[in-house]
């Protein structure tokens, strides 16, 4: 029996009802009088170059970590045995639309804009949402993937600031997440 909090079906409708309630709270504590809600996020278009530049940064990242995860002993994730090959049409569509949104307006949109200019500067902004990125995941994965995840926030964060919008970071996410959802969900190769 699956634990309950690893359930496919619990996980997606939890998912669905973390992103309406709470990106709109996000979105209207960031918004001021007469801002359009995606500038209050940041979301604002970057040139196609760069969009390029960190898809090919976040492309070789993935492909190590995908290495790494295959050459060395990393225990089992009872979350990714549990979806491993279902073809879980909630859990694909909450980890590939849901996931990055809401992920992206919380940490980088959110925690960017509220941390960025005080005392903890760039590396500070980095570590807390990254840490706060990791721990959000730490009911599913093990110690292997929940690193892989901490540096995968680390490059989040990275492209918010290097570009100044929260497109970056939302398109990398959500392509992380594409992959995922075919290699583990449809094509079952979790192991």
């Known amino acids: 029996m699956i634990p309950f909090s690893l359930d496919p079906d619990i996980l997606s409708w939890s998912y669905l009802v973390q992103f309406v309630v709470f990106v709109p709270l996000a979105i209207l504590a960031l918004k001021l009088p007469g801002q359009k809600w995606f500038e209050a996020i940041d979301l604002k278009w970057v040139p196609t170059k760069q969009i390029a530049q960190w898809t090919g940064i976040w492309l070789a990242c993935w492909t190590t970590a995908l290495l790494l995860y295959w050459q060395l002993p990393v225990p089992a994730d009872p979350f990714l045995q549990a979806v491993n090959g279902t073809r879980h049409?909630?859990?694909?569509?909450?980890?590939?639309l849901l996931?990055?949104?809401f992920e992206e307006i919380i940490f980088r949109g959110c925690g960017f804009r509220l941390w960025r200019h005080t005392g903890l500067g760039l590396h500070g902004t980095l570590l807390l949402t990254s840490?706060?990125?990791?721990?959000?995941?730490?009911?599913?994965?093990?110690?292997f993937v929940l690193m892989l995840i901490f540096f995968f926030g680390v490059l989040l964060g990275l492209a918010r600031e290097k570009t100044g919008s929260l497109l970056i970071p939302l398109l990398l996410h959500t392509l992380n997440n594409v992959f995922a959802v075919v290699l583990i969900i449809w094509l079952g190769i979790a192991r």
């Open 89 to 96: 049409q909630g859990v694909a569509l909450a980890s590939i």
């Open 99 to 101: 996931a990055p949104m």
């Open 131 to 143: 840490v706060l990125f990791m721990l959000m995941h730490i009911h599913q994965y093990s110690w």
